[in-house]
Each structure stands twice: as structure tokens, then as C-alpha cells.
T-cell receptor, first 108, second 114 residues
Framework: GQNIDQPTEMTATEGAIVQINCTYQTSGFNGLFWYQQHAGEAPTFLSYNVLDGLEEKGRFSSFLSRSKGYSYLLLKELQMKDSASYLCAVRDESTLTFGKGTMLLVSP | GAGVSQSPRYKVAKRGQDVALRCDPISGHVSLFWYQQALGQGPEFLTYFQNEAQLDKSGLPSDRFFAERPEGSVSTLKIQRTQQEDSAVYLC????????????FGPGTRLTVL
């Protein structure tokens, strides 16, 4: 089975940096994904890690340590529009198992 | 060039009623997934198709749930004799092929069972 943990809520200030952690215990591993989901909308893809290390894409970076079962999503220069739920998901053969999501609230 | 579309966007059903939810994946996408998302939770996997073959239906919560993709494109998720606990957003996603990294999600169908 798969068990994925991430904090329920986080708050941060506009312009700041925030790190959202995700730990997982899975029977299989074929990559870790981060998705962003605004209220009432579809999840949208942010990043994918399958090897250890940091993947940087603009203001967003994602890190993976397979030996520790740990990932984080780093958001820099926060903007109000970054207020959303951030979903960590692990893929086994072909299906994704999602965590419950971390609701990030960015305040002025 | 449209993304994944789903219909209806909202559905209200009386308990015991049957419902059918439709998903139009991105053209040419081989893999199609259905998820159920309860309020404040992450999406939970229901079932997976590769072309018309249903390769995994381990996430379907009961035999009241049935999914099909007869021609390998459009898919329908059917829920028979709906119950209040079926109230959720049903998300459909597609990806280019089984090994492809990114799943593209549709906007979902919000089902409310009264």
C-alpha cells in the first residue's frame, strides 16, 4: 500500500519563501509528483522527480530523497495567486496515489 | 487542442438514483484515469484504462461503480443506486501513454446526493 503525509495547512507572506514537505511509505515507487489545485478547479502539474536531487522550474523547485522517502516543494517569491492546495503524489506502475494536500494561504 | 473535458460539471441526484459521468480525454491520449475527491482531501484512485482495456479497477469502492471506455477514447463512470457517501468531485485524467509522466486533469464533476 501507499501512505503519504503532508501538512494540512501552511501560511506565508507575499514575497516570502515556503517549503512544503511530503513523506511517503510505498510498496512501489516510480516517481513523485507535485500538483497545484485551486479551489473548485482541476489539479495542474507542477513537477516530477524520479531521481534524488533538486529540480528547479522558475519560482518552484522540488526535491527528492528516495532513501528517506521524503520530498519537498519550495516556492519562492510568493504571490497571492499561489494560495492553493498543493498535492504530493507517488506513482507505482502507472497509477498515482495522492496525499491529502497542503492548503497554502498567502497573505499580503 | 482542448484539454480534458467532463460533463456534467454539477450533478444533483436523489439517493437511489443512477448517474453517468462523462470524460473526454485529450485526443490521442492512451491512458485514462478516474479519481474521487472528497472535500478537503486529495484525489483517490478509482480505475485506469489503457485504450479500451480496463487494467486496474481496484479503487472502485463498491460494485455500484462501473466504468467503461468502449472505443478507447470517451469514458463513462456510472454509479448505480447512489448513496450520500458518493457525494464528491469525480476527476478524470489522461496521459499520453502508460510511461508518460504527466497526467492532465479535467475540471471534474461535482456530484451531490440528497
Amino acid at each position: 500500500g501507499q501512505n503519504i503525509d503532508q501538512p494540512t495547512e501552511m501560511t506565508a507572506t507575499e514575497g516570502a519563501i515556503v517549503q512544503i514537505n511530503c513523506t511517503y511509505q510505498t510498496s512501489g515507487f516510480n516517481g513523485l509528483f507535485w500538483y497545484q489545485q485551486h479551489a473548485g478547479e482541476a489539479p495542474t502539474f507542477l513537477s516530477y522527480n524520479v531521481l534524488d536531487g533538486l529540480e528547479e522550474k522558475g519560482r518552484f523547485s522540488s526535491f527528492l530523497s528516495r532513501s528517506k522517502g521524503y520530498s519537498y516543494l519550495l516556492l519562492k517569491e510568493l504571490q497571492m495567486k499561489d494560495s492553493a492546495s498543493y498535492l504530493c503524489a507517488v506513482r507505482d506502475e502507472s497509477t498515482l496515489t495522492f496525499g491529502k494536500g497542503t492548503m497554502l494561504l498567502v497573505s499580503p | 487542442g482542448a484539454g480534458v473535458s467532463q460533463s456534467p460539471r454539477y450533478k444533483v441526484a436523489k439517493r437511489g438514483q443512477d448517474v453517468a459521468l462523462r470524460c473526454d480525454p485529450i485526443s490521442g491520449h492512451v491512458s485514462l484515469f478516474w479519481y474521487q475527491q472528497a472535500l478537503g482531501q486529495g484525489p483517490e484512485f478509482l480505475t485506469y484504462f489503457q485504450n479500451e482495456a480496463q487494467l486496474d479497477k481496484s479503487g472502485l469502492p463498491s460494485d455500484r461503480f462501473f466504468a467503461e471506455r468502449p472505443e478507447g477514447s470517451v469514458s463513462t463512470l456510472k454509479i448505480q443506486r447512489t448513496q450520500q457517501e458518493d457525494s464528491a468531485v469525480y476527476l478524470c485524467a489522461s496521459s499520453l501513454n502508460r510511461g508518460y509522466n504527466e497526467q492532465f486533469f479535467g475540471p471534474g464533476t461535482r456530484l451531490t446526493v440528497l
